[in-house]
Nanobody, 124 residues
Framework: QVQLVESGGGSVQAGGSLRLSCAPS????????MGWFRQAPGKGREAVAS??????TRYAKSVKGRFTISQDSDRIMYLQMSNVQPGDAAIYYC????????????????????WGQGTQVTVS
């Protein structure tokens, strides 16, 4: 069983930066895809970025060039958020899947069986 714990959320001024972390515990397969999703009030959950075990990264158009996803040797995943905008305010969730694209659709929440509890990002 995989458990995911997010951290790093908080309040940031528009134009500022923030870094989110997602630490997995339990057994995560060597073949995996991890992603960040976000959900703003009244909206559906949308994919932000993903990184898989082959090193491939993918970004939503709305964050490309501003956000950077990465993963360290302990499989902790990060989301470096730069030039944060009011539209980025949401609860951010990390997720993990035991397959890599194209076996899964990285943008599809239902393809990720493991989820963190979420961390709030507020933009002022």
């Amino acid at each position: 069983q995989v458990q995911l714990v997010e951290s790093g959320g908080g309040s940031v001024q528009a134009g500022g930066s923030l870094r989110l972390s997602c630490a997995p515990s339990g057994s995560i397969s060597s073949n995996h895809c991890m992603g960040w999703f976000r959900q703003a009030p009244g909206k559906g959950r949308e994919a932000v970025a993903s990184i898989d075990s082959t090193g491939n990264t993918r970004y939503a158009k709305s964050v490309k060039g501003r956000f950077t996803i990465s993963q360290d040797s302990d499989r902790i995943m990060y989301l470096q958020m730069s030039n944060v905008q009011p539209g980025d305010a949401a609860i951010y969730y990390c997720a993990a899947a035991v397959s890599v694209p194209p076996a899964i659709d990285w943008k599809k929440a239902g393809d990720y069986p493991y989820w963190g509890q979420g961390t709030q990002v507020t933009v002022s």
